[in-house]
Nanobody
Framework: QVQLVESGGGLVQPGGSLRISCAAS????????MAWYRQAPGKQRELVAA???????NYADSVKGRFTISRDDKKNVVYLQMNSLKPEDTAVYYC?????????????WGQGTQVTVSS
């Protein structure tokens, strides 16, 4: 099992910045994708950003140019730097990790961290 612990959420004013982190621990063998999703009240969970083990990244159109995903594979940590935040970025942000054990892909989710953008 892999445990994911997110941190860094909070309240920020529109236009502000915030960095959230997700640390993985436990039975780590070969982490492939590390990603951030978010879910606002009354909406479906959506992909915000993802980064493969090779370094390639993928972003939702709504956050391109404002958010940056990065990872430290030595520490098994993934970060999401969020700049120019907007009220519509308010959501619970979840970390997701995909790991391959042999041919089997296991997916793990964090417990979520609240990000609120409001004046």
């Amino acid at each position: 099992q892999v445990q994911l612990v997110e941190s860094g959420g909070g309240l920020v004013q529109p236009g502000g910045s915030l960095r959230i982190s997700c640390a993985a621990s436990g039975s780590i063998f070969s982490i492939n994708t590390m990603a951030w999703y978010r879910q606002a009240p009354g909406k479906q969970r959506e992909l915000v950003a993802a980064q493969l083990s090779g370094g390639s990244t993928n972003y939702a159109d709504s956050v391109k140019g404002r958010f940056t995903i990065s990872r430290d594979d030595k520490k098994n940590v993934v970060y999401l730097q969020m700049n120019s935040l907007k009220p519509e970025d308010t959501a619970v942000y979840y970390c997701k990790v995909d790991q391959f054990v042999g041919l089997r892909r296991d997916t793990y989710w964090g417990q979520g961290t609240q990000v609120t953008v409001s004046s």
